[in-house]
């Protein structure tokens, strides 16, 4: 199943980007306000500081000023520049205490996946429709090489195996890795989680929209760590049981 989603929206890394791709979850979205209101107060604290030193230069010149104050303290000043970082601090802290407690919440999910890292690619097992013992839905997802790319397909980007979900379905992440440290990330997911040999990590996902997020492994894995990326495709309802009957009926 090929779908075309729009692609105006910047979903994938482009050349020369510098801001954030466009959020698709609830948390990229927290991410971005939290990074625009810290911003806020790194543009008052530079033009401050710009300020400050720019008045300092101008009156306290040797040719102005030739015999300077002797100040050894001021306990106003003192006050003034310990009071007002706290209180930019506090206005920094609530919101990023919100968004932290809520990006380790785990709703309960509707569909669990599990991700497994390897030297150098990912696997993936649909563990919720079982029926034995044996792995129901499972698949390893390899880089697509850039001789067999297809037109519109992304260069290092790229998998011949896509993870398939469901679009405003509340879904679990579980992590792991099967030889070294890796990380699952996907930036317009707002999601990257640690997969370490012999443990179990989890990230709770609710994508807000169709379409095709890209993401690569974010943990130095060794020599081809630059070849694993990892690519989400969000369908509909519909789209996605035709896709999962297509994998269970094969």
């Known amino acids: 199943m090929i779908k075309l989603y729009n692609i105006l929206r910047c979903d994938a890394a482009e050349p020369w980007q510098v801001s954030f791709q466009d959020p698709a979850t609830p948390m990229m979205q927290g991410i971005i306000?939290?990074?625009?209101?810290?911003?806020?107060?790194?543009?008052?604290?530079?033009?401050?500081?710009?300020?400050?030193?720019?008045?300092?230069?101008?009156?306290?010149?040797?040719?102005?000023?030739p015999f300077p104050e002797r100040i050894v303290h001021g306990t106003t000043i003192e006050i003034v520049w310990t009071v007002f970082p706290s209180i930019?601090?506090?206005?920094?802290?609530i919101p990023s205490f919100a968004l932290l407690y809520s990006m380790d919440e785990v709703v309960d999910p509707a569909?669990?996946?599990?991700a497994i890292g390897h030297q150098w690619y990912w696997s993936y097992e649909y563990s919720d429709y079982n029926t034995s013992d044996e792995q129901a839905l499972a698949f390893d997802s390899y880089m697509v090489l850039e001789d067999d790319l297809d037109i519109g397909q992304l260069?290092?980007?790229?998998?011949?195996?896509?993870?398939?979900?469901?679009?405003?379905?509340?879904?679990?992440?579980?992590?792991?890795?099967?030889?070294?440290?890796?990380?699952?990330?996907?930036?317009?997911?707002?999601?990257?989680?640690?997969a370490i040999p012999g443990r179990l990590n989890q990230a709770s996902l609710?994508?807000?929209?169709?379409?095709?997020?890209?993401?690569?492994?974010?943990?130095?894995?060794?020599?081809?760590?630059?070849f694993m990326p990892i690519v989400i495709e969000a369908v509909s309802n519909d789209d996605y049981v035709t896709w999962l009957n297509e994998k269970l009926s094969a």
């Open 88 to 93: 930019i601090l506090m206005f920094i802290a």
């Open 33 to 65: 306000d939290l990074h625009h209101d810290i911003f806020f107060f790194l543009v008052i604290i530079l033009f401050f500081v710009v300020w400050m030193l720019a008045r300092i230069l101008w009156h306290f010149h040797w040719k102005k000023n």
């Open 155 to 194: 260069r290092l980007l790229e998998v011949d195996n896509r993870i398939v979900v469901p679009a405003n379905t509340h879904l679990r992440m579980i992590i792991t890795s099967a030889d070294v440290l890796h990380s699952w990330a996907v930036p317009s997911l707002g999601v990257k989680c640690d």
């Open 206 to 226: 609710f994508i807000q929209r169709e379409g095709v997020y890209y993401g690569q492994c974010s943990e130095l894995c060794g020599t081809n760590h630059g």
């Open 111 to 114: 569909i669990t996946i599990k």
